[in-house]
């Protein structure tokens, strides 16, 4: 069983920055590709961005490209989001992630571990 802790959400307004952390238990962290995933109050969980398990290669949603960064430490074993230029409909529950395939980019069904999310409220 793996455990994911997320921590860094918070309260900013439109335009500012946040960065949040995802906390991995085990040696094996490497072993998984690693994502984020957001769910706004009665929306559906949407998938925000994935990075794979040497670091490399990346994978984002079209609605926070270029705002924002996935990148993880494996020595660490934290993956982060580094969310630039905020804007008040990126607020949501945002939770991290584990699986074994970068598809769970578009298929959040093969996510083998979830986290239980940090909340980002974007005000205007």
């Known amino acids: 069983q793996v455990q994911l802790v997320e921590s860094g959400g918070g309260l900013v307004q439109a335009g500012g920055s946040l960065r949040l952390s995802c906390a991995t238990s085990?040696?094996?962290?490497?072993?998984?590709?690693m994502g984020w995933f957001r769910q706004a109050p009665g929306k559906e969980r949407e998938f925000v961005a994935a990075?794979?398990?040497?670091?490399?290669?990346?994978y984002y949603a079209d609605f926070v490209k270029g705002r924002f960064t996935i990148s993880r430490d494996n020595a660490k074993n934290t993956v982060y989001l580094q969310m630039d230029s905020l804007k008040p409909e990126d607020t949501a529950v945002y939770s991290c992630?584990?699986?074994?395939?970068?598809?769970?980019?578009?298929?959040?069904?093969?996510?083998?571990?979830w986290g239980q999310g940090t909340q980002v409220t974007v005000s205007s």
């Open positions: 992630a584990a699986g074994l395939s970068i598809s769970l980019a578009d298929r959040p069904d093969l996510v083998r571990f």
């Open positions: 085990g040696r094996i962290f490497s072993s998984y590709v």
């Open positions: 990075v794979s398990r040497g670091g490399s290669t990346t």
